[in-house]
Nanobody, 125 residues
Framework: VQLQASGGGLVQAGGSLRLSCIFSGRTFGAYVMGWFRQAPGKEREFLAVISRSGSTTDYADSVKGRFTISRDNAENTLYLQMTSLKPEDTAVYSC???????????????????WGRGTQVTVSS
């Protein structure tokens, strides 16, 4: 499995960004997908997970109501729409894949099976 995130950049507080993650190497629809981030000096943080069909999603409290995870199984692409961005959202954002849908508590502790190279998001105040 190969994953490549893109779409990061510099945005002002209150602004929006949409991240994309291209999946290749296996059947995209067979994998649960997630987004994580890591800020300098901080631990990796779970953000969101989406089921194989896209019918089920779950979010960390820190982003619930502001971020939306979605997927296009025909295009092998995962998305993260981010709105109302705050300076504390500044981090490297990474997409990940797993063969099983676990809880966010599990993903927060153990992560997922496959990881992509992240994309930097910087939110200025």
């Amino acid at each position: 499995v190969q994953l490549q995130a893109s779409g990061g950049g510099l945005v002002q507080a209150g602004g929006s960004l949409r991240l994309s993650c291209i999946f290749s190497g296996r059947t995209f629809g067979a994998y649960v997908m997630g987004w994580f981030r890591q800020a300098p000096g901080k631990e990796r943080e779970f953000l969101a997970v989406i089921s194989r069909s896209g019918s089920t999603t779950d979010y960390a409290d820190s982003v619930k109501g502001r971020f939306t995870i979605s997927r296009d199984n025909a295009e092998n692409t995962l998305y993260l729409q981010m709105t109302s961005l705050k300076p504390e959202d500044t981090a490297v954002y990474s997409c990940a894949a797993d063969s099983i849908y676990y809880s966010q508590t599990y993903y927060s502790k153990y992560g997922m099976d496959y990881w992509g190279r992240g994309t930097q998001v910087t939110v200025s105040s």
